[in-house]
């Protein structure tokens, strides 16, 4: 099983993007499916970056297997999609500290 953590960025994308709805499904995505397999969605150039698409918005998002964890980093329209996927991978190694620093505040096993 996967812990699965969100960067503050994502917190803060989520409330101001998604309806109530969406929120839910991406609760979902969060709790039942990546916990248990990550490999959901898209690969976006590498097999650890993905994006899932939830009614419009594509939520991405970075597994990190040597780790047990998934990182929910961002989310688009298709309009912004290449902009956010770009940034995205300009900052892999940023986000690995994020993950480490998170499950060190947090426990190995304590999933989201």
Known sequence: MYAVFR???FEKEVSKQLSKENIIRLEN????QLRMNPKVGDPLGFNFFREKRING???????YDDLKAVLMIGLSDKKTQQETIDIIKGNLGEYYN???EAIKRHG?????
């Not at 918005?57 to 597994?63: A, D, G, M």
């Not at 190995?108 to 989201?112: L, P």
Request: aromatic residues 18%.
């Open 7 to 9: 960067t503050a960025k």
């Open 98 to 100: 994020i993950i480490k």
């Open 57 to 63: 918005k594509r939520v991405y998002f970075l597994i």
């Open 29 to 32: 995505l969060e709790k039942k």
């Open 108 to 112: 190995e096993y304590d999933y989201a």
